[in-house]
């Protein structure tokens, strides 16, 4: 049931407000949701005064002369818009154990990692110790928002996949890890007190295995023991969702007979994750078994998470962005249920809340909660910046419908930071801004984490590609595909070959004697050994993104590529040949080209401590 009242504001635009809510402690954190939004302006001139106030003696604010000013007008003027790659000096004195007050006032607690890469490797990310609380305060805003619009949420359990991953210390001892890792690993999570609208099925352990395979396992056994009690299935992120219905796909027969023996398999041997499982598994349950048993091997997966799990409202995941590639295999899945992206987020900072959980993917927009930074606004496609620090526009001044590049500031010390996201915004609530994500700047290749920019794509086509040397043959053109039609999913490179003395991709392949040496398969390998350290932890680690494959194309398909182009409006004279293709007339001109097919035979190289860098 949605329940919306229509309110008036001082401006005299209706506002869709939430509530009522359903209890008196919805109230409270609804209350807090009002009095940040509605003075958007005030508490970001707060935060950004405290934050500073905080910060004034850090080498890095008065390396710019702030003075212990703590106004927008003196901020602005005197501290620039900074990327990553301008921090990183910095950020490698942190990390080689340089404890005075370089960023922040507050002691760095940890380096949050990245799935944004630098250089290849993951950027670590500053973080104190009070920045937990900001993220449990959002965490906490979900389901008081939710349970506006979803009744009896607290009568079932949530069957949440999720996941930590490995660490690592820095030259200076301090730990690097993702921010869900460090989450899950907090007293906020793992002593949390019982909450009716946040019970899980999967035990603390299984989430806090760091073995990937007996974590799923875990998670999905007790899913499956409990499946009567889900209210509500999700990850993270689409792709992770996926991923569990995969491994059910793989596993589901282990599963089963787990259940009609009323004991776990000797694959998942973590002591602690045994012991928690044991409590659910106790005895046998032959007819759970045989009930999982008939709808796993009927061979038709269509709607399989409500055939399963009946009682699932919706699915809890977040389809905005990179992730929008799985909304329509996730729609087979769950036979249409509605999808709730509740949550947008970062290593950096905690953004905001989508106040209007219910809608079409296509309609997310997230607020940003006024109190958990200071936010600036970097304008899109106006042309040249002359003067980046005039332009930006505080949280409180954007405007529908133009678009932004996020740029935060912290009160772990970064200050004036490019996120990278670029949002568009669509309205307001109160005085807030809401915010559809548009894109990750110069992302082309993504299948979860993983971001693969132009540069990294064509680094990695020249590696490669100098394996075909001996052969006196080049790669001419190349484009790239994230395939996800399967799980996991996977990067698709189109090649077009010439080798000396041929004229066409066929003969170059006969010339490369590829079915003899398999070069092509080791450029495939090259190429993932060229790639981020997230798309070859993704590969090694996690799994969850399959071999790529190169795909070599007959001579002369590029060019065809360019004649479609062209005959749908581009100019000759302008016309660039795309790095990657998502416009399905164009994949299917190029599959219908394909003149052979070659995987990476092997994972690449990682690690979880850092390479150097080369
Ligand atoms: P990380 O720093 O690895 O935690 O990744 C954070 C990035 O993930 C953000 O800057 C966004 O690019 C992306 N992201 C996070 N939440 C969302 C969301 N709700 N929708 C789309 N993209 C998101």
């Known amino acids: 049931m949605v329940v919306e009242m229509v309110v008036l504001t001082e401006s005299g635009n209706a506002v869709a407000k939430l509530g009522p809510a359903t209890n008196e402690k919805d109230s409270e954190k609804l209350r807090l949701i009002e009095e940040v939004t509605e003075n958007t302006d005030a508490v970001q001139g707060k935060v950004l005064a405290e934050i500073l106030r905080r910060n004034a003696e850090t080498e890095y604010l008065r390396r710019y002369g702030l003075d212990g000013a703590t106004d927008r007008t003196a901020f602005k003027a005197k501290v620039p818009v900074v990327a990553y790659e301008d921090l990183q000096p910095d950020i490698q004195r942190i990390a080689n154990g340089d404890r005075s007050a370089i960023l922040s006032a507050h002691p760095i607690s940890e380096f949050l990692t990245s799935s944004?890469?630098?250089?290849?490797?993951?950027?670590?990310?500053?973080?104190?110790?009070?920045?937990?609380?900001?993220?449990?305060?959002?965490?906490?805003?979900?389901?008081?928002?939710?349970?506006?619009?979803?009744?009896?949420?607290?009568?079932?359990?949530?069957?949440?996949?999720?996941?930590?991953?490995?660490?690592?210390?820095?030259?200076?001892?301090?730990?690097?890890?993702?921010?869900?890792?460090?989450?899950?690993?907090?007293?906020?999570?793992?002593?949390?007190?019982?909450?009716?609208?946040?019970?899980?099925?999967?035990?603390?352990?299984?989430?806090?295995?760091?073995?990937?395979?007996?974590?799923?396992?875990?998670?999905?056994?007790?899913?499956?023991?409990?499946?009567?009690?889900?209210?509500?299935?999700?990850?993270?992120?689409?792709?992770?969702?996926?991923?569990?219905?995969?491994?059910?796909?793989?596993?589901?027969?282990?599963?089963?007979?787990?259940?009609?023996?009323?004991?776990?398999?000797?694959?998942?041997?973590?002591?602690?994750?045994?012991?928690?499982?044991?409590?659910?598994?106790?005895?046998?349950?032959?007819?759970?078994?045989?009930?999982?048993?008939?709808?796993?091997?009927?061979?038709?997966?269509?709607?399989?998470?409500?055939?399963?799990?009946?009682?699932?409202?919706?699915?809890?995941?977040?389809?905005?962005?990179?992730?929008?590639?799985?909304?329509?295999?996730?729609?087979?899945?769950?036979?249409?249920?509605?999808?709730?992206?509740?949550?947008?987020?970062?290593?950096?900072?905690?953004?905001?809340?989508?106040?209007?959980?219910?809608?079409?993917?296509?309609?997310?927009?997230?607020?940003?909660?006024?109190?958990?930074?200071?936010?600036?606004?970097?304008?899109q496609g106006d042309g040249h910046v002359q003067d980046q620090s005039q332009q930006l526009a505080d949280l409180a001044d954007v405007e529908v419908g133009k678009e932004y590049e996020l740029v935060i500031t912290t009160y772990a010390g970064l200050n004036r930071y490019r996120v990278g996201d670029i949002l568009r915004v669509t309205g307001f609530y109160n005085a807030a801004p809401q915010f559809r994500f548009v894109r990750r700047k110069n992302v082309l290749l993504s299948i979860e984490s993983d971001k693969t920019d132009e540069a990294e794509l064509q680094r990695a086509v020249e590696i490669a590609s100098a394996l075909l040397r001996p052969y006196d043959a080049t790669v001419v053109e190349y484009t790239s595909h994230a395939y996800t039609k399967s799980i996991p999913g996977h990067y698709v490179i189109y090649w077009e070959l010439l080798a000396m003395g041929t004229s066409n991709g066929e003969e170059a392949l006969e010339a490369l004697q590829v079915q003899r040496d398999g070069v092509m398969a080791r450029c495939c390998l090259a190429m993932e050994e060229a790639l981020n350290a997230v798309y070859r932890q993704s590969r090694v680690a996690d799994g969850s993104i399959g071999p790529l494959e190169i795909r070599v194309v007959r001579g002369g398909t590029f060019e065809e590529l360019m004649d479609y182009a062209i005959s749908r409006g581009a100019s000759i004279n302008q016309y660039k040949l795309p790095r990657c293709v998502t416009f399905p007339p164009i994949l299917e001109l190029l599959d219908s080209r394909v003149v052979s097919t070659h995987f990476s035979p092997a994972p690449p190289t990682w690690s979880p401590h850092r390479r150097p860098a080369n």
Not at 234 to 244: E, I
């Open 116 to 379: 944004g890469t630098s250089a290849g490797e993951r950027k670590l990310i500053p973080t104190i110790k009070e920045d937990l609380d900001r993220r449990q305060l959002l965490y906490s805003l979900q389901m008081p928002v939710l349970n506006c619009y979803v009744p009896g949420l607290d009568q079932g359990k949530g069957l949440y996949f999720l996941f930590v991953k490995s660490e690592m210390k820095t030259p200076g001892e301090l730990t690097a890890r993702p921010v869900l890792t460090s989450y899950y690993n907090s007293e906020h999570f793992k002593n949390r007190p019982y909450d009716p609208y946040n019970v899980y099925t999967s035990p603390t352990a299984a989430i806090l295995c760091t073995d990937a395979f007996q974590s799923m396992y875990a998670q999905m056994l007790c899913g499956l023991l409990q499946r009567v009690d889900v209210l509500r299935v999700g990850a993270v992120f689409a792709s992770g969702l996926l991923r569990a219905i995969r491994f059910l796909q793989l596993h589901w027969q282990d599963l089963c007979n787990d259940i009609a023996a009323g004991s776990l398999t000797t694959k998942v041997t973590d002591p602690s994750v045994r012991a928690a499982v044991a409590e659910l598994l106790s005895q046998p349950d032959r007819a759970l078994a045989g009930f999982l048993a008939a709808e796993c091997s009927k061979g038709d997966w269509a709607g399989i998470i409500t055939r399963i799990w009946p009682n699932t409202k919706y699915l809890d995941v977040i389809v905005t962005g990179a992730m929008a590639q799985y909304i329509s295999t996730l729609e087979y899945y769950s036979g249409g249920l509605p999808m709730v992206c509740t949550m947008y987020a970062s290593s950096e900072c905690y953004f905001g809340l989508n106040l209007r959980p219910i809608c079409k993917p296509s309609e997310v927009s997230y607020t940003i909660m006024p109190n958990m930074g200071y936010f600036e606004f970097l304008p």
